[in-house]
């Protein structure tokens, strides 16, 4: 017999393919819902619009309110044309859709340039294309992310003609003849529109072409935003709905003073399809259904304040967001996974993670239109699992418990995957007669009987005593115990079926079983903790002498053996499609949790990213390979960090400078409302996208970051814009404060593109030597000691 | 002028019976047979060998919290002259006569008294009735798991009382001082700031006040609140730093600059090492990261296995790794690779910054080498061995380059302890590395060290830094082993700031990890809410006599009631507030507001942090924050009857209820009082009848 161990197990059946030295990152998993916490400064007032005339409404009514020459508020800019106003130039109307053109055209080229290259499997494309071939060939699979973003792929692929076929074994795997420009281009496609949702969004906030123009640069020349679109991942399709949402829920602010109309359900409800979208795609999109939830929140607490509605009207408004905003999100997010599990018809890697009920739906499953004996006899081999969501198989090998945790016996652990150490014999308790012999009488076991459970690989029993167990120390331990099926009194059980009474026969996935052990009056069960290493990470089985009942301590037998009895086709118990929604979605977290970094494994730390630490290698190692490096462009990312401590200083003084009744003119007062409202939420943005991943346990990534980064961006060019705005309002000679604007503007933009300039080969590929040697083209360029290209 | 001539002269005392006799109470229910059971009970296991380790001076590092609760049981055990002798080792061990068991437990049991008429005086001082005040402390004289926790020598009674004093403190305005006996008081502290943020931001708002005076109450806050408290922590450490200054057992994880100014351990083996690591000096090379345990670069005659287990092969060449232990083979003796001698010349010529040097390993003379294979358990990373000659053209690079991280100047010399280096591979540029793994049976489970060929930055597991030195003196090989085999000699004595000392004494508190298991007791933090979990602390050795840790019931589930309560009312209030309709006069909002945010604030930040937490934890950390919940109960309960109970009938019948509600507080307080204080032992039967709940583990005797 072998010791099939987990590990061994894993890589032959998850069909995780190990990675070659040193390319970087399994891959990066899970959003922890709802740990998103943050308390950005203050949301943006969207409702109550007529109750307050002034720079709230669209650009319509601000530039109506502009023509107004010096309105009597404005004492002392009278004179002239207000100093800010003439710095920024009223755009004129055709600039606009210019601008729009001109950054979409441009977004477009910098991610579709080179696209093709390289022609091989790059970093995490090793899952997520695979995980679109399952769509294409309907094979079943497990991944902790939530369908949406990887049917999007298989779909691409599927209509731009690529068969499924290729295997994607691992980073480096050439693709050969097979079509993956289809995949590609689609993720890039959805990276290109990020551009002009951040544009939009922007202009939406500050009314200032200016600092639209800035955020589009910077996303259009930062050359990690470049490289997360080029490839088939699931952020380009995250990002896309992310700030798909924000730019809608943006624009539905802005039609607060028309409630009801047309655009504004347009708007509301395409908030509502984006955040089923983000959410469905990775867990991480909840942090922007937060964003979204705690706007919607400040929205209606100003429309409860606002007298002059009614209550009835303030119950349309509440329903309307209901509607828009939770009811539709929720049946596009039950929609995508019923199309998930329609399309996903065939057995397949993921089946063991599934309760047996689950997989009896999939073709090719070995309880697909099971026909195995019905009833449980003495002598039958079995496989037992557990009942509880992601409840493994009754599991035990060769391996001992290491010293110093309970007894030195055989481990026994509770085990995902299917594998020939999840079997077990019935023995009776008190007979070691062997009862395979043909001619023996088949004896069925009943509800009550005392049993004896021999592992069918090692020959040990079941064992239990009162040991703690290696995790739960409440409970005892659970062992292999004998040598050839001989073993002492602790190896009895005795076997209870739930709801049944004494010496009815026990049915095979049907029952659901107790399994207590007759010396301690403990239950067998699973305690659902991650054994360490040495317990090869699988789930820990106790028995504890708690007697609730829960799933944990429930079983039902899954795999039925028996020559001697007849095969008789079950139907098993067809689960509902909530059932279904409700187990994938445990098992997901499940999933999720169980990412934990590795013992000495060096990991990112969220601290890293804002200043752009450590990138990640897409592509390529060696001098002669072709190196891609997922790093963001220095100079952007390092603006965009001292930018977050400008705002936050800005904020200080113009809030204090309120608060203490400071007379401002109507311009600055304008350029307060847009630092305070408008880049207050993007700030909470920010918050709410970067600071849950500090309480966050599992492995975390570089990329994480980049939702965050595109908040990070919007402020940027929110902040800038003002900031000389500000400087030019003090430098009151309209000429130089028109200099120092346009100056300082014009300096920022060509900083950043001849920073793009200098770095564009790590997104758009290396060849040749390492940037530490200096006859390569980066030399000079690894300003961070910790940068590997 | 003689008025006093008039009139007599009098002093009028003003004595709230009510505070007095709550104080009593408190005392009596806190101190009454203090010293029972004479037996170690529960963590007293963990505090007491911190209180022997301050009797006898001894430097110790506990990741609990900062050592102020730790001073303060030591205080008592001072008071009581206790010697620290006692075994620390059993729950359940009984005290030898030299234990002054009534001593050590005095100060949390005052501080759990004290925290009854704390309780009164807050609720007075929140401008709530007198009625409702003394609900509040009743609640709280009553609440078993109180008295049980303050009548041992525990923490949370101290922790409870320093939070409540400072609520106090802030609410009478009086200059605030922040206590922390445990990190958790750091919650508290951010709330009480919070509020004082929210204040002076309404004061920002008023339009009256002078810039300058503005200026004046933000100076004056900061002060209060920020620089006192950490003047305050700063000093704790300065005492518990100068009380222990006495080498122990929690040496090895410090590093070595802070080991060398204890007094005996390692400063023992290195007073008087010569300070300059010279050409010829024989060094011990410890690594700075000191996990997963400390250990010295080590070297052996054993070589590495021709082929691994997994069929890659080695240079076969002798091992290096870093070993756990000290060991004559941890010596090495840095030589200038210009010339042959092992020797230190006269005068001594130092190594500098940037310098080139070859180690030679002093047992075996062989050389530290790296070349391009990889290393055993970490593939991605060079071998490092000591160099053989097998002919195979595969020549030595045994040339170091060494770097100083810390220097101060690109010139500096390489210095005994103080210097953190980091060895740069000549050929190859890879740097010694700790890789923190352990070998397997072949190199007998010492850890494996690899040179890393792609450094990022500059972590502690490349460098090193030289422990034990001395100058060589021998020429001959066998003179230089015996020469190994001394002890190091020679005199000089190292002093580290205070700050500095402070500084890594924080950060290892902070870093510091206990391995996370789970106890056979512990619990998660939502299990807390409903009590579904109680601690055995003492069982009688032959009795059914036991302590447990088991709260009031009744005040549990009423408390849980009034956040419930006060939670979905304040949302209503602020909903219909919000349609301008006022239900109560605007001081009546104003003081149900500023009480519920103490309250549910107060419980809110002492409960929420845990489940982010991933370390071990106890019922008895939710005892902060449940002292909050429990002070919310009068204050809805006199809200109710004063703002809903409209009829005088309504107000008498809810008057008749709390009646009924607080005998049942009192019933289940008599009810719970033997596993309270441990007496009378009570029988097989009562003690069945007293587990409520399935999940309560209450001992019971196998006759």
Partial sequence: ?789 | MLGFLKKPVVVTAEINMNLVALTVMGLISRLWGLSYPRAVVFDEVYYGQFVSLYMKRIFFVDDSGPPFGHMLLALGGYLGGFDGNFLWNRIGAEYSMNVPVWSLRLLPALAGALCVPLAYQILVELQFSHCAALGAALLILLENSLITQSRFMLLESVLIFFILLAVLSYLKFYNLQRHRVKYMGLFTYMLLLAIAGLHFWHMIGDQNLSNVSLMCHFLARGLALIIIPVAMYLSFFYVHLTLLYRSGPHDQIMTSAFQASLEGGLARITQGQPLEVAYGSQITLRNVLGKPMQCWLHSHTNTYPIRYENGRGSSHQQQVTCYPFKDVNNWWIVKDPGMQQLVVSNPPRPVRHGHIVQLVHGITTRYLNTHDVAAPLSPHSQEVSCYIDYNISMPAQNLWRVEIVNRESDTDVWKTILSEVRFVHVNTSAVLKLSGASLPEWGYRQLEVVGEKLSKGYHQSMMWNVEEHRYGKSQEQKEREVELHSPTQMDISKNLSFMAKFTELQWKILTLKNEDTEHKYSSSALDWITMDTNIAYWLHPTSGAQIHLLGNVVTWASANIAALVYTCLSLWYLVRRRRKIYDMPEDAWQLWVSAGGICVGGWAVNYLPFFLMEKTLFLYHYLPALTFQILLIPIVLQHLSDHLCRSLLLKSMFSALIVAWFSSVYFVYCTFRPVTYGEPSLSVTELKDLRWKDSWNILIRKQ
């Fill in chain 1, 1 to 789: 017999p072998r010791p099939a161990s987990g590990q061994d197990y894993i890589s032959q059946r998850a069909t995780r393919p190990s990675r070659p030295p040193r390319t970087p990152s399994p891959r990066m998993r899970r959003a922890r819902p709802g740990a998103a916490r943050g308390g950005g400064p203050r949301m943006p007032a969207a409702g109550g619009g007529q109750a307050e005339p002034g720079p709230r409404g669209g650009p319509l009514r601000r530039r109506e309110s502009r023509r107004v020459p010096g309105g009597p508020a404005r004492p002392a800019a009278a004179a002239g044309p207000p100093p800010a106003a003439a710095a920024a130039g009223p755009p004129p109307a055709a600039a606009r859709p210019a601008a729009l053109a001109l950054v979409t055209l441009l977004s477009f080229a910098s991610r579709f340039h080179r696209l093709p290259e390289p022609p091989h499997v790059c970093w995490d494309e090793t899952h997520f294309g695979k995980m679109g071939s399952y769509y294409i060939n309907r094979t079943f699979f497990f991944d902790v992310h939530p369908p949406l973003g990887k049917m999007l792929i298989g779909l691409a692929g599927y209509l731009s003609g690529y068969d499924g076929t290729f295997p994607f074994q691992k980073p480096g795997d050439r693709y050969e003849q097979h079509n993956y420009m289809g995949m590609r281009g689609f993720c890039a496609f959805l990276g290109s529109c990020l551009v002009p949702f951040a544009y939009l969004t922007v202009l939406e906030l500050s009314k200032s072409l200016p600092a639209a123009l800035l955020t589009a640069f910077i996303l259009i020349f930062d050359t990690g935003c470049i490289t997360l679109s080029q490839y088939i991942l699931l952020d380009p399709i995250l990002m896309f709905f992310l700030m798909g949402a924000v730019l809608s829920m943006v624009k539905s602010n802005s039609c607060a003073d028309r409630p009801f109309s047309a655009s504004w359900w347009f708007w509301l409800s395409l908030t509502g399809v984006n955040l089923a979208g983000a959410t469905g795609v990775k867990f991480v999109g909840l942090f922007v259904v937060l964003l979204v939830g705690l706007n919607t929140i400040y929205d209606l607490w100003d429309l409860l304040g606002n007298l002059s509605l009614s209550l009835v009207m303030f119950g349309k408004h509440l329903l309307a967001r209901v509607l828009c905003l939770i009811l539709l999100p929720l049946a596009l997010y039950t929609a995508m996974f019923a199309v998930h599990f329609t399309v996903l018809n065939k057995s397949g890697p993921g089946d063991g993670f599934f309760s047996s009920a689950f997989q009896s739906q999939l073709i090719g499953n070995n309880l697909h239109n099971v026909s195995v004996p019905e009833h449980l006899a003495y002598g039958s081999v079995v496989t037992m699992k557990n009942l509880r969501m992601a409840g493994g198989y009754l599991h035990s090998h060769w391996h001992l418990y290491p010293e110093g945790i309970g007894a030195r016996q055989q481990q026994v652990t509770a085990y995902l995957h299917k594998d020939s150490n999840n079997l077990w014999i019935i023995k009776k308790h008190d007979s070691d007669t062997d009862l395979s012999v043909p001619s023996s009488p088949v004896e069925f076991v009943r509800h009550g009987d005392v049993i004896r459970l021999e592992h069918k690989e090692t020959s040990r029993n079941l064992h239990s005593h009162q040991h703690e167990a290696p995790l739960t120390r409440k409970h005892f331990q659970v062992t292999g115990y004998g040598i050839n099926g001989t073993g002492d009194s602790n190896d009895f059980w005795r076997i209870e079926v739930v709801g049944r009474k004494t010496g009815k026969l026990i049915k095979v996935l049907r029952s659901q079983v107790r399994l207590t052990h007759v010396a301690t009056g403990c239950i067998l069960g699973s305690s659902g903790k991650t054994l360490p290493k040495w317990g090869w990470e699988q789930v820990e089985v106790t028995c504890t002498p708690y007697l609730k009942e829960t799933p944990n301590s429930l079983w039902n037998f899954e795999d039925h053996i028996n020559p001697k009895l007849p095969n008789i086709s079950l139907d098993v118990l067809k689960p509902s499609f909530a059932e279904i929604l409700l187990e994938s979605h445990m098992v997901m977290i499940r999933g999720n949790s169980g990412l934990k970094p590795k013992d000495n494994e060096v990991t990112s730390k969220p601290w890293h990213w804002p200043i752009n630490y450590q990138g990640l290698r897409f592509s390529g190692v060696n001098e002669t390979d072709y190196r891609v490096y997922l790093l963001g462009n220095p100079v952007i990312w390092w603006l965009n960090l001292v930018t977050i401590g400008l705002y936050l200083l800005i904020t200080v003084s113009t809030a204090v400078a309120l608060k203490r009744g400071v007379q401002l003119t109507s311009e600055l007062k304008e350029l307060s409302r847009v630092v305070l409202r408008g880049g207050g939420q993007i700030t909470l943005g920010w918050l709410l996208h970067y600071l849950p991943f500090f309480m966050m346990g599992r492995v975390l990534y570089f990329h994480h970051y980049f939702p965050a980064m595109l908040f990070s961006s919007m402020l940027t060019g929110i902040t800038w814009d003002t900031l000389l705005k500000f400087c030019a309002a003090f430098l009151s000679p309209s000429t130089t404060a028109r200099k120092v604007y346009g100056g300082g503007f014009l300096a920022l933009v060509l900083l950043i593109m001849y920073s793009f300039y200098l770095f564009h080969p790590l997104s758009y590929g290396m060849i040749g030597p390492m940037a530490s040697d200096p006859s390569s083209p980066m030399a000079g360029l690894r300003w961070m000691d910790s940068w590997e290209f």
